[in-house]
């Protein structure tokens, strides 16, 4: 049998970084170049301590993230521009959805069984934000939709009494009442007002997803961190 063959390593490689670009030291003078799709990210804010939100559409269930935001090669060369592709929006069934969001200012979504299932983009979740969208309200969520949803800082709450989604239509107005301080106790059951009745929903997140959810999405809450 063979013996393992002693390799020895040499007291120095030959190493040829000349290929390598070191960054600047000063890059004031720098300029960058983009295309006329890419654009900042939009700043978003913190979670209110109350919020007042009309309710922009309401939808069945197996709602899929591509009824949401659709794809296609109109839409998704935009997915860098998020103004523009905030556009598209529940185009395929409501086509008015955009503009009625982005001015009412706060908006809410209602929806049935399994909001956003199908592919997780994340866009179904950032451009119904940057609208105005602060809580989608539904029977349940698609689970990766729904971590979608915290990141950008959009409540996603369950009916506690599915029954109660027949209590509310487009155009009702939505209150809810010590919201910040409610999440940030940890509470689970969040309180709506709609009118003179009010309802319960679930909100269930981790500590972590609360966090992103009082700072208004995981960036803001990187940031803070930082």
Excluded at 185 to 194: C, D, L, N, S, W
Aim: proline share 8%; aromatic share 6%; net charge negative.
């Amino acid at each position: 049998m063979m013996p393992w063959p002693n390799v020895q390593n040499p007291e120095r490689y030959l190493v040829d970084d000349s290929s390598i670009i070191h960054p600047l030291a000063d890059t004031s003078g720098v300029e960058i170049v983009t295309g006329p799709n890419i654009v900042p990210f939009p700043e978003f804010e913190p979670l209110p301590e109350d919020l007042q939100a009309e309710v922009i559409i309401k939808v069945e269930d197996n709602i899929s993230t591509d009824t949401i935001m659709p794809a296609g090669n109109k839409v998704l060369p935009l997915r860098s521009n998020i103004p523009a592709i905030s556009q598209f929006v529940f185009g395929q069934i409501d086509q008015e959805f955009p503009q009625r969001a982005k001015a009412k200012g706060n908006g809410v979504v209602v929806a049935g069984e399994n909001y956003g299932q199908g592919s997780s983009r994340e866009h179904a979740a950032l451009a119904p934000r940057y609208l105005g969208i602060r809580a989608k309200l539904a029977k349940s969520f698609a689970r990766i939709h729904k971590a979608n949803l915290i990141n950008f800082g959009i409540l996603p709450l369950i009916f506690k009494d599915p029954a109660d989604y027949d209590l509310i239509g487009q155009g009702d107005v939505l209150i809810f009442n010590g919201l910040r301080r409610q999440v940030a106790e940890g509470a689970t059951e969040i309180p709506v007002r709609i009118g003179d009745r009010e309802i319960k929903t679930i909100l269930q997140v981790s500590e972590r997803e609360r966090q992103d959810l009082l700072a208004g999405g995981t960036l803001n809450h990187v940031k803070q961190k930082g």
